[in-house]
């Protein structure tokens, strides 16, 4: 299911009915006096209409004829009787075109535009791979003396322990034609698991339990599911061809694809410590864990992520191999990650909070803030518990080396008690505890000791952080591992051919798997043909052009003091919204500056009839809320805020959000915003503290000049481009893209981006943002083609008749995100979607 992402604000209202009438397309399709029908009773969404053009053409017709009754998809054609409403006229198609996925054959020369060059692409050719051959598939369940299913942490060690006593039971078979998916997949190549049929087989099994004592498991295995048939591989050229490519194929091609990339990983998923889905992690340095410190106990580790794609050309199966970074915590003493949470705490920002680059809190300081004379004790203790609940720990005693996870922060070892069960069940403090079992004398008995969830109680001094994966960090931690993980191309190439290298990751030419299942994997990555294309002319004003020849590198230019395309004037009542600590004056003089700015980009910038103050760090967000609302109220006019952010980063993203919700989505305030951030708007720059940094404010008005429907440059095109867009041929240009979340993120969702053109220029777009979500059954694989595609067309078809008055003529769609393989299939439904929502209008 999808959900989309957008208010009730602007762009959203009904469809406004006109008896305008659809002319003759500006694409050379020609639509005769027929009229189409549409009926909006619960019956059917069925329309028929006048005769086609003569030839079928790529672009897709605005709106198409319905297949009789229920979702246009009947056995026969109904002709309706003409609308009233002429001017939704829709093109003729039979049956065999609505359905089809027929598309323009690509030329067969490159283009020549530009620079030839050739590029790297991080994807491997499979070389060899099985043509033939069986694959049996099962499932596999550990579970422990509880009955309860044991966390994958350790499932792939219980499942090799299995494994082995299976292949000493049965000497014949070849047990590296067995492979394990890390989850609950078997998978066997060529020849069946001996004795393991539907009905289930248990098994027991030694192995350790999650606090490393040796443990009795039961291993459950039954065969699910028919053999998966390798032959399909073997005339990869016919399934390819889009009249073969049917649903079936491709569930098909999924399944041995999912299969083969199993075996792939099957060797390095025994060297790495933690695998997620197709991603593997390893710590980098021996004895250590991560490369970057984050701050708060985290580290960013960088591992790999691998899968197996299908394509055209020359090679049918690749794999694509690349880097791969996510946050974990950072493996050390509880001790070390309490000094550099505590330097964060309430205690530790009066303490810390001017000084810079303090990374840690000094121990001695520690013990004042965790001191339960202290005044601000409690809420030390409730920051403490936030970042350390359900944190995993290892004791540092050796003779058990038992990992816990903490569950509270109790009281000093020095009183906190608990009940020695192995001495007469007697009352005793955790400081005495340790002294009288172990003679171990505590450093710091004041410090709260750790309440694990079963129940027993740790002293920080005694156990060590476990490395666990971590999704959730702060905006500062975000900007460092983004800074940290990107890559020069020369630097992300040699990371990749490192990791193919490495027998412990990627180097297949020792892995006894890849051979056993006849999988050859070349050691180069895939060269392709690329251009680099000339860079457009940019037109501001017809003295003023970008060129390639007048910049110093090729596609960047500084924008100098011209004026607009179309300047924008400021409208004359507005507002100056200061919500940061600055003073009014120096909010007077950023207006003095931005209007000087503003005159020499042609903007007539008038001075602000409404200026409001309040500070967002003293008030919360219900204040700044009642105070916009009141300002409205009063100043029915104003329809533009400048609104002055502080620069504190959770607080002002958390106010940036809020407010443009309510001015320009939830309540319907109808009031653009522009949000400028407190650093932006005071005087000096990196070099000189006493002079504006003109650039910043040149940006600032690029945007504000777009948003008060000013355009800013134009491209300059050839004339025959230029005399097509100014004979207004009222077609809509759409661009749609997929975003997916990183792999391993199997529980996020996927982001649906969809803009359409609202003028002739084209220089204005609508757009429609949705969330879709991966459905279960894909094993956390994302779906490529846009589920609510339907109701995307629909939505945006209906706001440009309702803007210009009359549907478009004709529709050209680009589609981004599709891998060669993909593309007919994702062709065909998207295209399917789209004539839909025609008919469905």
């Known amino acids: 299911m999808s959900q989309p992402i957008q208010g009730r604000g602007r762009g959203r209202g009904r469809l406004i009915q006109q008896l305008s009438y659809l002319t003759t397309s500006s694409i050379g399709t020609s639509l005769q006096s027929g009229i189409s029908s549409t009926n909006d009773d619960d019956r059917s969404e069925s329309g028929f209409s006048s005769a086609s053009s003569d030839s079928y053409s790529?672009?897709?017709?605005?709106?198409?004829?319905?297949?009789?009754?229920?979702?246009?998809?009947?056995?026969?054609?109904?002709?309706?009787?003409?609308?009233?409403?002429?001017?939704?006229?829709?093109?003729?198609?039979?049956?065999?075109?609505?359905?089809?996925?027929?598309?323009?054959?690509?030329?067969?020369?490159?283009?020549?535009?530009?620079?030839?060059?050739?590029?790297?692409?991080?994807?491997?050719?499979?070389?060899?791979?099985?043509?033939?051959?069986?694959?049996?598939?099962?499932?596999?369940?550990?579970?422990?003396?509880?009955?309860?299913?044991?966390?994958?942490?350790?499932?792939r060690l219980l499942y090799n322990i299995w494994l082995k006593a299976f292949s000493e039971k049965y000497p014949q078979i070849d047990k590296h034609k067995i492979v394990f998916d890390n989850q609950s997949r078997l998978l066997t190549y060529d020849d069946p698991l001996p004795d393991i049929f539907e009905d289930s087989v248990k098994e027991s099994i030694s192995g350790p339990n999650r606090s490393n004592k040796e443990e009795q498991h039961t291993v459950i295995v039954q065969r699910v599911g028919r053999p998966v048939d390798l032959s399909l591989l073997a005339n990869l050229d016919e399934l390819f061809h889009p009249e073969s490519l049917s649903n079936d194929n491709i569930q098909d091609l999924e399944e041995v694809r999912n299969v083969l990339s199993i075996a792939l990983h099957e060797h390095c998923s025994s060297h790495a410590a933690f695998v997620y889905d197709r991603s593997f992690f390893s710590p980098t340095i021996a004895g250590q864990h991560g490369e970057w410190e984050l701050g708060l106990g985290k580290a960013l580790w960088r591992g790999f992520y691998s899968c197996l794609v299908f394509a055209k050309g020359t090679h049918h199966l690749l794999m694509n191999l690349d880097v791969k970074h996510t946050v974990f915590m950072k493996k050390q003493p509880f001790i070390e990650f309490l000094c550099e949470i505590m330097s964060h705490s309430p205690s530790g920002k009066r303490k810390y909070g001017r000084q810079r680059n303090i990374s840690k809190a000094d121990g001695e300081d520690v013990l004042r803030f965790l001191d339960i004379n202290n005044p601000a004790y409690q809420y030390?203790?409730?920051?403490?518990?936030?970042?350390?609940?359900?944190?995993?720990?290892?004791?540092?005693?050796?003779?058990?080396?038992?990992?816990?996870?903490?569950?509270?922060?109790?009281?000093?070892?020095?009183?906190?008690?608990?009940?020695?069960?192995?001495?007469?069940?007697?009352?005793?403090?955790?400081?005495?505890?340790?002294?009288?079992?172990?003679?171990?004398?505590?450093?710091?008995?004041?410090?709260?000791?750790?309440?694990?969830?079963?129940?027993?109680?740790?002293?920080?001094?005694?156990?060590?952080?476990?490395?666990?994966?971590?999704?959730?960090?702060?905006?500062?931690?975000?900007?460092?591992?983004?800074?940290?993980?990107?890559?020069?191309?020369?630097?992300?190439?040699?990371?990749?051919?490192?990791?193919?290298?490495?027998?412990?990751?990627?180097?297949?030419?020792?892995?006894?798997?890849?051979?056993?299942?006849?999988?050859?994997?070349?050691?180069?990555?895939?060269?392709?043909?690329?251009?680099?294309?000339?860079?457009?002319?940019?037109?501001?004003?017809?003295?003023?052009?970008?060129?390639?020849?007048?910049?110093?590198?090729?596609?960047?230019?500084?924008?100098?003091?011209?004026?607009?395309?179309?300047?924008?004037?400021?409208?004359?009542?507005?507002?100056?919204?200061?919500?940061?600590?600055?003073?009014?004056q120096e909010c007077i003089d950023f207006y003095s500056e931005l209007s000087f700015v503003a005159e020499d980009n042609g903007i007539r910038c008038c001075v602000p009839e409404i200026y409001e103050e309040i500070d967002a760090v003293k008030n919360g967000m219900a204040q700044i809320e009642d105070m916009l609302r009141d300002t409205t109220r009063k100043n029915h006019n104003c329809k533009f805020f400048l609104v002055i952010l502080p620069n504190e980063g959770m607080l002002r993203t958390q106010i940036y959000d809020s407010l443009k919700k309510l001015c320009e989505l939830e309540f319907g305030l109808g009031i653009i915003t522009q949000m400028v951030r407190q650093s932006n708007v005071i005087i000096g720059t990196r070099n000189n503290k006493t002079k504006w940094d003109y650039a910043k404010l040149r940006n600032i008005l690029l945007k504000i000049n777009t948003k008060l429907n000013g355009i800013n440059s134009v491209l300059s095109v050839s004339s025959t481009i230029d005399r097509f867009f100014s004979r207004g041929h009222r077609i809509m240009y759409v661009g749609a893209d997929l975003s997916h979340p990183a792999p391993g993120t199997a529980n996020q969702i996927s982001t649906v981006a969809v803009v359409a053109s609202a003028d002739d220029i084209p220089n204005r777009y609508f757009k429609e943002v949705y969330q879709q979500q991966r459905p279960s059954q894909t094993r956390g694989e994302s779906r490529e083609y846009i589920v609510d595609m339907k109701q995307i067309m629909k939505s945006l078809i209906s706001q440009y008749e309702q803007l210009r008055g009359c549907p478009p003529t004709a529709i050209v769609f680009f589609r981004d995100g599709i891998s060669e393989g993909e593309f007919d299939s994702v062709f065909e439904k998207e295209l399917t979607s789209i004539r839909e929502a025609c008919v469905a209008l």
């Open 58 to 155: 790529s672009v897709v017709p605005p709106l198409i004829t319905s297949l009789g009754r229920g979702r246009g998809r009947g056995a026969g054609l109904k002709q309706n009787t003409p609308p009233t409403d002429p001017h939704w006229t829709v093109n003729n198609l039979t049956k065999e075109q609505f359905h089809s996925n027929y598309r323009p054959k690509k030329p067969h020369q490159l283009g020549d535009l530009g620079e030839q060059i050739r590029v790297i692409a991080n994807y491997f050719p499979i070389l060899k791979f099985p043509h033939k051959g069986l694959v049996y598939k099962y499932q596999i369940q550990i579970r422990n003396k509880k009955d309860l299913e044991i966390h994958r942490d350790r499932r």
């Open 380 to 584: 030390d203790l409730d920051f403490l518990l936030k970042y350390c609940k359900h944190l995993r720990v290892r004791s540092q005693d050796a003779s058990k080396p038992i990992i816990y996870e903490i569950q509270k922060i109790a009281l000093p070892a020095s009183k906190q008690e608990l009940i020695w069960k192995s001495n007469k069940n007697r009352v005793i403090t955790v400081q005495n505890y340790y002294r009288e079992h172990y003679s171990v004398e505590l450093q710091f008995p004041s410090l709260p000791t750790l309440g694990m969830h079963n129940g027993s109680y740790l002293p920080m001094e005694l156990v060590d952080v476990e490395p666990v994966r971590i999704k959730k960090i702060t905006d500062e931690q975000r900007a460092l591992v983004c800074r940290s993980s990107t890559m020069k191309p020369d630097v992300h190439y040699k990371s990749i051919e490192k990791i193919r290298k490495d027998p412990k990751q990627q180097c297949f030419e020792q892995d006894p798997f890849v051979a056993a299942w006849n999988l050859n994997i070349d050691a180069r990555m895939i060269e392709l043909p690329a251009r680099v294309l000339p860079m457009p002319e940019i037109v501001y004003t017809d003295q003023y052009r970008v060129t390639s020849r007048g910049v110093r590198d090729v596609g960047v230019w500084e924008h100098k003091s011209t004026k607009f395309y179309k300047p924008a004037d400021f409208p004359s009542v507005w507002g100056l919204i200061n919500l940061s600590s600055i003073s009014k």
